[in-house]
């Protein structure tokens, strides 16, 4: 057994609040080195071997291994009351008040990407780790990542509405590409992920 690592993630308020209501369980993420020539040969396995141009070497999934851990930075906002700005941080996502007794930066907004480790409020565990084509998700997996079909179900047949709904998966890749399309790693695009799957670290 190697040492258990931890790594910081970002999540949007929407991922946040999935996570914390429990519906998120899974985050596809792109593999950096998806492009060009690159082909994979044992899928699924971590890590992960890549074969470009006749060479063969192994990447690993920059978020760890299973067992290791990711703690979740998100936005904090300046709490704002009646119109008045307070001097007290919460974190966007839901509103809740941080450990801060003041709010100590000079804009209105910390980004997730500046939230510290000491405010990291959501800590994961890494139970499962693989590699897959992102258009590869099953409806399953979709409400995994915490998209949910809002939907009655009624067109389905009775016996399968007790399943996952299978426009969940349309709802992540709309989701997805208001990410990645702009990176040019749109649902289109098919780019291989890393699927981390995760549970709440005790």
């Known amino acids: 057994m190697g040492e258990t690592r931890e790594r910081p993630i970002l999540f949007s308020g929407e991922m946040v609040r999935?996570?914390?209501?429990?519906r998120k369980t899974q985050t596809r993420r792109v593999v950096a080195r998806s492009t060009g020539m690159i082909t994979f040969e044992d899928v699924g396995v971590w890590p992960v071997r890549l074969g470009s141009d006749g060479e063969n070497h192994m990447i690993l999934c920059p978020?760890?291994?299973?067992?290791d851990r990711l703690w979740v930075r998100e936005r904090i906002d300046l709490s704002e009351k009646r119109g008045?700005?307070?001097?007290?941080?919460?974190?966007?996502?839901?509103?809740?008040?941080?450990?801060?007794?003041?709010?100590?930066?000079?804009r209105?907004?910390?980004p997730s990407i500046h939230c510290p480790r000491g405010l990291s409020r959501i800590d994961l565990e890494i139970t499962d780790v693989r590699v897959e084509r992102v258009q590869y998700i099953s409806a399953e997996d979709a409400e995994a990542e915490g998209c949910v079909c809002d939907c009655d179900k009624k067109w389905m047949k009775p016996e399968d509405q007790d399943k996952p709904c299978p426009v969940s998966t349309s709802v992540f890749s709309t989701l997805w590409d208001s990410i990645n399309a702009k990176r040019g790693y749109g649902w289109d695009v098919n780019p291989w992920v890393w699927v981390v799957k995760?549970?709440?670290?005790?």
Not at 63 to 67: A, D, E, H, K, L
């Open 18 to 22: 999935a996570i914390l209501d429990g």
């Open 84 to 106: 008045e700005m307070l001097d007290t941080a919460v974190y966007a996502a839901d509103g809740t008040v941080t450990p801060l007794d003041t709010w100590p930066w000079k």
């Open 63 to 67: 978020y760890g291994n299973p067992g």
């Open 198 to 202: 995760f549970k709440e670290a005790q």
């Open 108 to 110: 209105d907004f910390l």
